[in-house]
Structure formats: structure tokens, C-alpha cells
């Protein structure tokens, strides 16, 4: 299988999935769902104490990912770190091999596990990713030159069915100007207001790779919709989790995502397959998509 940047630029579907490190030392169940999943994707995103729930570093796991024969793809926030750490952070994946990054802001605090931190913020996602663009061309963010430069593949995120969607538009733009190469998308639902968005997106120079949120049951969607802006989970989708009951809801939401991969793979570049907690599920999902 091709590596991540390759097979984009190669034109191929691309599949990438998502691994959260764990609360602690312990990575051996990250490394048994990691290893069923060598040569099913092109990649293997590492989040960054997603939601504001700290968590073993994803710097370190992206490391762990890569020795194990996977195409990381660090994620790194703005959240936690000024532009020191940001630009040490960067120099130090480099370092190590890693070149796939996905800039992100970060999550508030408040909806985290340590709501007594102090928030960074020094700069955000577009600064961050004007700031690789910068190393990437041998300097650093004060203007210094730096003794070697760096060699990333920029990646960013964006929200296709939030409402009003013209804001999510407009960042997309300056992140594809500011050096963004491809993208990663909140999870989508809406496959007719997908293409309104593609048509749009369609316009730059950049890929998309479209989020796949596993939906575990009726309840998780509902959930879904209630709290997490973004996302609409639409009520024939919870009318077929329901129906399938609570024993094979699950099954049911892997036929949802499976059934949506084929529907997109003619629209954008890829998938992002998000299963929170059930990535050992992925594969069975990719083989009743039909890869």
C-alpha cells in the first residue's frame, strides 16, 4: 500500500483511520488494534488530548505507529503549547520521521478533564499552518534561519454541514492559501450537502478526505446531535439503528458507515474512518465497503 502522501497525489481513494492514545503507559491494546489495521489504510491519525482529556503524547505514539510500519499522521494542537513548544514540536517529529501533521486549534478546556488549565492558544490553526510552510522553507517563525528544514505534509480539518456554513468556508480558503493539502472533514451524513461543499472545495488545490463517524446505537446519535455542533445525524439513520435493537445496533452502524464509503467514493479523495474506542471494528467495515 502506498503511503498517505503518495496515494494522494497519485489520484488514489484514500483511507485513513483514527487511534487515541491512552490515559496512562499502557499501549498494548493500541498496539493490537494498530496492527490489524497495517495495509487496510493509508494512514493512521494520532490525536492530540482530544476533547481536553490528557493523554499519552501524540508525538510518542506517532513514533510507536511508525516503527510498527504505519503512515501517522500527528495531530497537533495550539491548545497546549506556544510557539516555542509548536515550533520544537515540529523540528522533533521531523526528527523522528513523522511528516504527515494535521493542524488543529484545539478543544476548550472546559469540556475537558483538567478544567483548572490554563488554556494556551499562543496562535491558531492558520498561523500554524503558515508556520510549517515556513520551516518547511528553512526558517523559523522569528524569521531565523534554521540548520536544516523541515519536510511536512500539511493537513487541516473542516466542518462541511455546520450551520451557517459560509464561516467554514471562508477558513477553508485561507488554510489552503496558507499551505493546507489536504483536509480532513467533521463526520458527514448530508451526502447531497457533501457535493454542494465539494463543488466549493473543488476549487482549490487540495484534497478532502470525508469523516465516518461509527455510529454505535440510536442513542450515540441523538447524542451526537444534541451536543456536538456540526454534526446531524438524520432521523432515518437513528429510525434504522433503532429498529436493528440494542443488540445488534452496533452491527447496524457498521452497515451505515460501510454503506456511506461507497457512496462517497466517487465525490472526494477519501475517508476518514472515526470509530471512538472500536477501531479493532475498522476492517470488518473497510470489507463490507468493498475494500
Keep these: 500500500m502506498k503511503r498517505f502522501k503518495e496515494a494522494l497525489e497519485a489520484g488514489d ?40 482529556v490528557m493523554r499519552a503524547g501524540s508525538l510518542a505514539i506517532s513514533k510507536v ?21 509548536i515550533q520544537s514540536d515540529l523540528l522533533s517529529a521531523h526528527i523522528l520521521g513523522i511528516r504527515n501533521l494535521l493542524c488543529l486549534t484545539g478543544d476548550s478546556i472546559s469540556v ?76 458527514i451524513y448530508d451526502i447531497e450537502k457533501f457535493k454542494t461543499f465539494m463543488e466549493y472545495a473543488r476549487k482549490f488545490d487540495t484534497k478532502i478526505l470525508a469523516g465516518i463517524l461509527l455510529l454505535r446505537s440510536a442513542g450515540m446519535a441523538n447524542f451526537l446531535n444534541a451536543n456536538v455542533p456540526g454534526i446531524t445525524v438524520p432521523q432515518h439513520l437513528i429510525d434504522e439503528l433503532k429498529a436493528a ?25 477519501g475517508v476518514h474512518v472515526m470509530a471512538i474506542g472500536l477501531e479493532d471494528k475498522v476492517p470488518e467495515i473497510l470489507k463490507r465497503a468493498g475494500f
Design 13 to 52: 481513494f484514500v483511507i485513513t483511520a483514527e487511534c487515541g492514545p491512552p490515559k496512562g503507559t499502557d499501549i498494548s491494546e493500541l498496539k493490537e488494534h494498530a496492527k490489524h489495521l497495517l495495509g487496510k489504510v493509508h494512514a493512521l491519525n494520532v490525536t492530540d488530548n482530544q476533547s481536553s
Design 65 to 85: 505507529l511508525l516503527d510498527m510500519g504505519h503512515d501517522p499522521i500527528y495531530q497537533l494542537t495550539c491548545r497546549d503549547r506556544n510557539r516555542l513548544a
Design 112 to 187: 475537558g478533564d483538567h478544567k483548572g488549565a490554563k488554556a494556551v492558544f499562543d496562535i491558531e490553526s492558520v498561523q500554524l499552518l503558515k508556520l510549517m510552510e515556513t520551516m518547511n522553507n528553512g526558517k523559523d517563525m522569528a524569521g531565523n534561519d534554521l540548520k536544516g528544514a523541515t519536510d511536512l505534509f500539511a493537513g487541516a480539518v473542516v466542518t462541511p454541514e455546520a450551520n451557517p456554513v459560509e464561516p467554514q468556508l471562508m477558513k477553508f480558503s485561507k488554510k489552503v492559501r496558507v499551505g493546507a493539502k489536504f483536509f480532513q472533514t467533521q463526520a
Design 245 to 269: 435493537g440494542k443488540e445488534k445496533a452496533l452491527d447496524c452502524g457498521m452497515d451505515i458507515a460501510a454503506r456511506q464509503i461507497r457512496e462517497l467514493k466517487g465525490i472526494c479523495d
